[in-house]
């Protein structure tokens, strides 16, 4: 069969439709390729984010090309309006192929997706042996209904389920992901200094490496597309891709991308192991980050990663109250907090987390309790906003079944995107809330360190030098490679190359925007006027 993959143009503005190297790249895209191409299907990708124009005239183009038997794409659920465009402007094209889509956009919410998106068959859970499946059914004319993992709409416009998808145990089973199919090397040549979310390097080239799938825990503000059976890859088989990565696209730089890299701290110890021997290997510097619960890290460990070459560890804290982490069945205490943060403080290891307010059992006084530790002992270091509730998640059914979602698919299309404080706690009049929300508008205002520059160089098209004194250590860094639409009005989340602390480098008017609006509600504010400067700008 002839099978057509779409990536979708994460970011799109028909006014300004041009290329956009400024996204995370498609993982779970890059591995349903490599599949494929195991086949003998006939599999033609294109990226629609390196290519000038408009969804529809990029689809359109690409099939008056050639004739395709389907096309396949998958997305997040808050991706909904670019699948919806990009099904639109498919099956108004003549050559009618089947369309087929995947990702969490349909395994969180399938009803919801099979009423609303207009598409053949939608891939429930992991979807390599689906897709494989599903393919060679089509192509010999059999009943789908035989193939387990799939949703589609019937001739009666009622839904229809297969049966679930046993997931994929031997992960090693799967080849690497495609990503030569989807232009990487082109990504990493365009990518800057600020897309790495990290700021080590002035031309990074990082690699996005999952080790494992699942996770065990079933915290309510999130959700798990590939389910919570947690699945690791072997050791070997892991450093094969890196060597693989190394080799092929000389990247600098690893963002192990797991929901939680490992559960068994001895694995993680083997994988500094393994990892510092590829580094001490190389003629250049090599970082890598990852993600860690704060119960599973002590001391040494944090220690021997950072010799290992890891400069940046991702946490999640969500509250510093017991109440509310009891609530959100988060397996974590405010001692694993604590300890997990002072130690990445002394022995200099970045990292980051966010506390998020709003569960149903937040009050006053828990708000109170994760606010007066931030202040106290997280010196900026954490971030701090509101659950928004993902569909799927235990807290998207509390806000349906309470009323706060009144409608889902108008909330998926237009709200899930922007910036939403939403009550959803169980005792918290709106006006507490309300108060809780300016709150933490002028405690970040106040304690989080935002640093103007003291001088910057443009580069290039969008491409700028910045220089900033760090607030903590004093030393000037040097980022080149920023890429800034707009370099009057900006804000770049820096990580010091000397003490390895973050801190906000900004123009003079965003810092002057958020000392005014203080009072006001600040993260609305700064957040959708950032969106439209990028909007206007980079799209």
Same mark, same amino acid.
């Given at each position: ?143 789908a209904k035989n193939v387990d993992g799939l949703c ?11 049966n679930q998808r046993v997931v994929i145990n031997d992960? %090693?089973?799967?080849? !690497?992901?495609?990503?030569? =199919? @989807? /232009? ?7 990518? &800057? ?11 990074p080239r990082m690699y996005p490496l999952l080790a ?94 950072? %010799?290992?070459?890891? !400069?940046?560890?991702?946490? =999640? @804290? /969500? ?7 009891? &609530? ?212």
């Amino acid at each position: 069969m002839k099978v057509l993959l779409l990536v979708p143009k994460y970011t799109y503005n028909n006014k300004s439709p041009k290329k956009n190297y400024h996204y995370f790249f498609p993982m779970g895209l890059a591995y349903i390729s490599a599949v494929l191409k195991d086949t003998t299907h006939e599999i033609d990708i294109v990226n629609l984010n390196h290519k000038d124009g408009t969804i529809e005239e990029l689809i359109n183009f690409n099939l008056n090309r050639k004739e395709y038997d389907v096309v396949l794409s998958g997305e997040m659920a808050l991706g909904y309006n670019v699948i919806e465009k990009m099904v639109m402007a498919i099956r108004k094209h003549r050559s009618n192929p089947k369309i087929i889509i995947g990702g969490a956009i349909i395994t969180s919410e399938p009803h919801l997706m099979i009423k609303n998106l207009d598409f053949d068959y939608g891939i429930v859970g992991e979807g390599e042996n689906t897709i494989v499946e599903l393919l060679e059914c089509l192509e010999n004319k059999g009943d789908a209904k035989n193939v387990d993992g799939l949703c589609w709409k019937g001739d009666n416009g009622v839904a229809i389920f297969t049966n679930q998808r046993v997931v994929i145990n031997d992960l %090693d089973s799967l080849p !690497f992901p495609d990503y030569e =199919g @989807f /232009e990487f090397g082109e990504y990493l040549d365009n990518m &800057s200094a600020t897309d790495a979310l990290f700021t080590v390097f002035d031309y990074p080239r990082m690699y996005p490496l999952l080790a494992s799938r699942g996770c065990p825990y079933q915290c309510t503000f999130c959700y798990h597309s590939l389910g919570p059976k947690y699945r690791d890859r072997s050791m070997d088989n892991i450093m094969e891709e890196i060597e693989y990565a190394i080799k092929k696209f000389r990247i600098n730089s690893i963002n192990v991308t797991d929901d939680l890299f490992s559960i068994n701290k001895d694995r993680v110890y083997e994988f500094c192991k393994r990892i510092k021997e590829i580094i001490d290997s190389l003629d250049y510097d090599f970082k890598w980050a990852c993600q860690l619960t704060v119960s599973s890290v002590d001391k040494d460990l944090l220690k021997t990663m950072k %010799d290992a070459g890891c !400069f940046w560890v991702s946490f =999640g @804290f /969500e509250s510093y109250s017991p109440v509310v982490l009891k &609530s959100m069945k988060k397996p974590i205490t405010p001692e694993h907090i604590r300890n997990s943060i002072k130690w990445c403080l002394e022995l200099e290891v970045g990292f980051e987390g966010a506390f998020i307010f709003g569960d149903s059992a937040e009050t006053n006084e828990t708000a109170k309790e994760t606010l007066d530790f931030w202040v106290n002992e997280c010196q900026g270091q954490i971030g701090i906003f509101f659950i928004q509730p993902y569909p799927g998640s235990e807290m998207y059914n509390r806000a349906i079944k309470k009323g706060v979602i009144k409608d889902k698919m108008d909330f998926i299309r237009n709200k899930i995107c922007k910036t939403n404080f939403i009550n959803m706690t169980d005792s918290m009049s709106d006006k507490d809330f309300k108060n809780l929300v300016r709150t933490i508008a002028k405690l970040r205002a106040k304690h989080c360190k935002y640093q103007i520059h003291d001088k910057i160089i443009k580069e290039g098209k969008d491409k700028y030098e910045v220089q900033v004194k760090c607030p903590f250590c004093k030393v000037i860094n040097k980022y080149k490679n920023c890429y800034l639409p707009n370099p009057h009005y900006y804000t770049i989340y820096n990580v010091c190359r000397h003490c390895a602390k973050r801190y906000y480098a900004v123009s003079r008017l965003y810092k002057f925007t958020i000392n005014y609006y203080t009072e006001l509600d600040l993260l609305r504010r700064s957040y959708l006027y950032v969106q439209n400067v990028l909007k206007a700008k980079r799209i």
